[in-house]
């Protein structure tokens, strides 16, 4: 399938390690430092953009800040970026080989020392070979502290502080999009049931799947619907697709069905009666200890919170979110999302309702837009995970800092 419109590529500065406050280089320092990837001019930026035809050459802008109590020795370097599980950005080791489109991106600049309220300036230099094909490919940028900073309070930890974005080089042209399943297994981790199915992406633009998984015994019984949403799996790129089950089904072989399309480019791709087998579960996985949140809420966290901004000017964003749980299963949760403008709050918004949060990691993706839309100002969110008793008490469990800072003109 071919497709010649532009696909949009919004990544969100991904920070290693922490979820962390958006932050400006003007910002007081802090007991944990932060590395800030931004434009040219200073600005906070969640990824860069180049369009660039076969045979030519670009520089992009940028500079590099931080936000400590104490001077930070850093090093820049290119990187390859890679597609995570469940799709979205995520940086590949910066001393793995480079391979295209990172092999097209040059960054002179040695090693630095930064300050709070300083920045320094680089620039990033593009050359796509004559021979590319049109299409919209993603390399990483990473910076990184030379030294580990030690966490406060935990005595001989340190933390190697780290900061990536995104670098989105298109080549103008017509594109071939698509994208494949391939063969489905099942992994038990822990007491969770978790089908995994490869994803790679045959294609020249990232692509974003969505649909639903379907488990069904051998008499055509349904076992499990699980909605499926992916981030982005970039072009040319492979992941794998990672679906809770609500529980562990009794061990046997079943039939599974998955429908996915990339509502960009259309592109679909499926699986039809496929075999898995599942075997018996661990002990205790079908009858865990119900959840008790004033002893289990420390055994939640956040794994990954991003928030995505999406269109120009700003229409929505795209809120990408994995809860990982080392306790026991919490039968029903809710997620929400709080938007912030100018410092007030604007309003709470359920995002997920009525979850079920087993052992493991559970993602979820969500967009949101205020009614009446975006106006000026400073905006930003937070996010809330509360847990749902059976009379309808919420009881917090884990509330994120501010999330993202997004300037609405």
Do not use: C
């Not at 966290?301 to 120009?312: D, L, N, Y």
């Not at 000017?313 to 100018?342: H, K, M, Q």
């Not at 809330?384 to 003109?409: E, N, S, Y």
Request: charged share 15%; net charge negative; proline share 10%.
């Amino acid at each position: 399938m071919n497709q010649t419109r532009s696909v949009s590529i919004l990544l969100a500065l991904l920070l290693t390690l922490t979820i962390a406050p958006a932050a400006t280089a003007q910002d007081t320092a802090t007991d944990v430092p932060t590395l800030l990837i931004q434009a040219g001019d200073g600005t906070p930026a969640s990824a860069f953009y180049a369009e660039v035809e076969p045979g030519q050459n670009a520089e992009i802008e940028i500079s590099l800040a931080v936000v400590a109590d104490d001077p930070i020795d850093v090093t820049t370097a290119i990187a390859n970026a890679v597609s995570a599980p469940n799709g979205g950005f995520s940086l590949a080791p910066t001393d793995e080989p480079l391979s295209e489109p990172a092999t097209w991106l040059d960054l002179v600049g040695d090693p630095l020392t930064l300050e709070t309220g300083e920045s320094a300036a680089r620039t990033v230099e593009v050359a796509v070979p004559a021979d590319a094909e049109p299409g919209q490919y993603v390399a990483a940028l990473a910076l990184t502290a030379t030294e580990p900073v030690p966490i406060p309070g935990a005595d001989g930890v340190g933390q190697l502080a780290r900061a990536s974005a995104a670098i989105a080089i298109t080549v103008p042209g017509e594109f071939e999009t698509g994208f494949d399943l391939g063969n489905p297994a099942f992994a038990g981790l822990g007491s969770t049931s978790v089908v995994q199915i490869p994803v790679e992406n045959t294609g020249t633009v990232p692509v974003h799947p969505r649909g639903t998984l379907t488990l069904e015994s051998p008499d055509g019984e349904s076992v499990a619907n699980v909605p499926v949403t992916m981030g982005a799996v970039f072009a040319g790129g492979e992941t794998m697709l990672l679906a809770t089950l609500p529980e562990w089904p009794p061990a046997g072989d079943y039939q599974l069905a998955v429908d996915l399309t990339d509502a960009d480019t259309g592109a679909t791709a499926d699986l039809a009666n496929s075999p898995l087998t599942i075997p018996e579960p661990p002990p205790g996985a079908r009858d865990p200890e119900p959840f008790d949140p004033a002893a289990d809420d420390a055994s939640v966290s956040f794994e990954r919170v991003a928030i995505e901004p999406q269109g120009s000017p700003l229409e929505s964003v795209e809120v990408a979110i994995e809860v990982s749980n080392v306790g026991n299963p919490i039968p029903s949760a809710t997620l929400t999302l709080e938007a912030i403008r100018d410092g007030a709050l604007v309003e709470e918004v359920v995002i997920a309702d009525d979850i079920a949060l087993a052992d493991g990691v559970t993602s979820y993706t969500a967009e949101y837009t205020p009614e009446g839309g975006y106006g000026s100002g400073i905006w930003s969110f937070r996010v809330r995970l509360d847990a749902i008793a059976a009379d309808g008490t919420a009881t917090p469990l884990i509330q994120t800092g501010t999330v993202a800072k997004i300037d609405v003109p």
